[in-house]
């Protein structure tokens, strides 16, 4: 269909409390580092594309204060916003503009900078991203509960148990301890996290992602130019994108990620994928675990595990490095922190790392498939994107 | 390059203050009346995009809210935002989509709900979209302010007149008072805007767009699919896009507006038109008239007339319709209102209706050239985008 669109230049802040910069500064430690890795300048591309969602600071449009501080005001530029999809949904925008010819060389920047906000503020603002009406305002549903809803259906249901949950926080951290860039780059054991204090039971804090100021960027390019710009480029095989009811009282039930089954299945229709089994396709992913028992619920919802067997996996370690599916291998929104608009690009950083062998050792996938896949949430499942990357150009273009 | 893009279904919202209807009823209307005049079912489309600034209330994720109350939770969909650009953003991202292969059938709605805030906090949100620090902060300016200043510069330079600036409201207007589904559908004497009280010297109240409430939607399809639905399809020809830095402190000059030039070149740069002289090639155009002053820039950095010479445009009434080039005859962002996300989509929906000849009498254009432009700021000349739509399928596709 349309032309084939690659990655050629990757940049990643330091995640964490970011009290050292401001957005733009933040966004520019991603855009800076993305232009050097891609050999260009930012003068040089033809859009750019902002993912962050906001309402933290009272400052409005991030995205023309991000381009005036790169010194690049004047290019083409819109922002997208899906919740905790946002990187996601740039990276969409991005590839869709090259696809179909308007551009060739468009830079994704995605940005938040939470902490702006004090910790209940954020909680509360997060919250209403529920089900504003029903669930927030009426029943003071805040994200930790959403979760701990799941939480306690799926373990009622499949016999998991507390130590499995935080058995996903023990992997993610531990991966995360290598990864410089992470909000927590250290291991944590699994009494430190059984011992944690309860958020919303049966979820604990260490089963929470943190409140995380952060940004990423990627520079993609269309084939022509990426073929000149990189030796090796990594491609983007297919986008699936579903949504669901806010309403979690309107969903069918809280044991199958619903629009994320949805995003999966129109991802892999595109490449000929079947669901079931479908990690036997990639050499690694990643999954939205905002909390511990959505990366549980992602493994089933993406196919990589059976209804109610998703706890297995991490119960039997298969994903860790060497194991059936390595997941979140930069320690995921659990440990490498969770800026809502910088997530998705910090997904699509990593694969591209990820696929080029270069991360740092010991959380480096082994790369025989050259495919990867990458899986962002917006809000409790309102929104769901699921992106494969690979090395090899995609044969239907 | 990519493949051709028309638009085969309208729908509009009453523009107003809409306390009547909740924001999802309220881009009900508009979705549920273009799903209708493009014959298929809202369950029907591959994606939606959502155009909405947002901020007026609570409540977060109007897409989510949007799909579930139209019954099509389940499909893919993100929101744009580029400031009062917004619904022309949500344009250009469904144009790629179509135009990339990723999608056949797209369904854009912009809507806004401002009216949810109390008038002095919306104009204080409004502010912040200037430059936030330094000149809102700081200075305290706000919108009024800021488009008093390019008023201010562009008289004392080139000798135009606060009955010029009112010229433009009275033109406006009297478009509105045939356009039903205007905020003021009714005109006004040159009198009555000269008498009205100052809200920034020398703009007047009737110099200002009003706060308004309002949706618009459109269906977009793939040629195949629209030469099915449709007879009478209206192309998208070219989209140019640009920013600016919010600064007015740091833009070279207050008389030219930088970004609408820039969007226009690139729009034009595609279909090989001068900017110098360009009406010739349209038959009737929107400008982004949030108050006077900016139809009258407008009108320059389109290339309509020579810099300094846009007030006599109206002056000399070529700008209603039989003039040299008719603009704003739904009434304009001044007397049609402004409703943020939904403005430019609304623009799109004037387009399409006007060049397939069907808008009411006295405010229809005469087509003959079969094509038009629709010019789309975000802040105050932060964002810029021109669209142009035409009835015969753009050449290169």
Redesign the interface.
Same mark, same amino acid.
């Given at each position: 269909?349309?032309?084939a669109v690659a990655i050629v230049g990757t940049g990643h802040s330091k995640f964490g409390v970011r009290n050292d910069v401001n957005i733009a500064e933040l966004a520019w430690e991603a855009m800076r580092e993305a232009a050097s890795e891609a050999g260009i300048e930012l003068r040089d591309v033809d859009?750019v594309v902002v993912g962050n969602a906001g !309402?933290w600071s009272? @400052? %409005?449009?991030s995205?023309?204060?991000l381009? @005036?501080y790169a010194g690049i005001? !004047?290019?083409?530029? %819109?922002?997208? @916003?899906?919740?905790c999809a946002t990187g996601s949904?740039a990276i969409?925008?991005a590839?869709? #503009?090259?696809? #179909? !010819? @308007?551009a060739d060389l468009v830079l994704v920047v995605g940005v938040e900078k939470m902490n702006e906000s004090p910790t209940p503020i954020v909680v509360e603002?997060i919250g209403?991203?529920g089900n %504003?009406?029903w669930e927030f305002e009426n029943f003071g549903l805040t994200f930790p509960g959403y979760y701990a809803l799941y939480a306690t259906a799926y373990m009622s249901e499949f016999g998991a148990t507390e130590e499995d949950l935080c058995r996903v926080a023990v992997k993610n951290h531990h991966h995360a301890s290598m990864n410089p860039k992470a909000h927590f780059p250290r291991a944590i054991t699994l009494e430190q996290c059984l011992q944690s204090r309860y958020v919303a039971w049966p979820l604990k804090l260490y089963d929470s992602s943190p409140i995380t100021d952060g940004a990423a960027a990627v520079v993609m390019a269309s084939e022509d130019l990426a073929r000149k710009l990189t030796d090796s480029p990594v491609w983007i095989h297919s986008?699936g994108?579903?949504?669901?009811?806010?309403?979690l009282s309107k969903r069918p039930d809280f044991l199958v990620h619903?629009?994320s089954r949805?995003a999966a299945e129109?991802a892999f229709k595109k490449l000929g994928i079947e669901i079931e089994g479908s990690y036997k396709h990639f050499d690694f992913a990643n999954v939205h675990d905002a909390f511990t028992i959505a990366e549980i619920l992602a493994y089933e919802a993406m196919g990589f595990a059976k209804l109610g067997e998703g706890y297995k996996l991490v119960r039997e370690e298969q994903t860790y490095v060497g194991g059936l599916i390595p997941v979140n291998l930069d320690g995921g929104l659990k440990a490498k922190g969770h800026p809502i608009g910088a997530t998705g690009v910090s997904m699509a950083v990593e694969h591209v790392r990820q696929l080029q062998g270069r991360v740092e050792k010991g959380r480096q996938a082994e790369i025989k498939r050259g495919r990867s896949l990458a899986h962002n949430v !917006?809000?409790t499942g309102? %929104?769901a994107f699921v992106t494969v990357y690979g090395l090899d150009k995609p044969r239907s273009r």
């Open positions: 269909m349309g032309r859009q !309402g009272s @400052e %409005y449009l995205s023309i204060v381009l @005036e005001s !004047g290019k083409p530029v %819109y922002r997208v @916003e899906a919740a949904a969409k925008a590839h869709d #503009a090259i696809a #179909a !010819g @308007e603002m209403r991203a %504003y009406f986008i994108m579903a949504s669901d009811t806010s309403n619903r629009a949805l129109r !917006g809000g309102h %929104y």
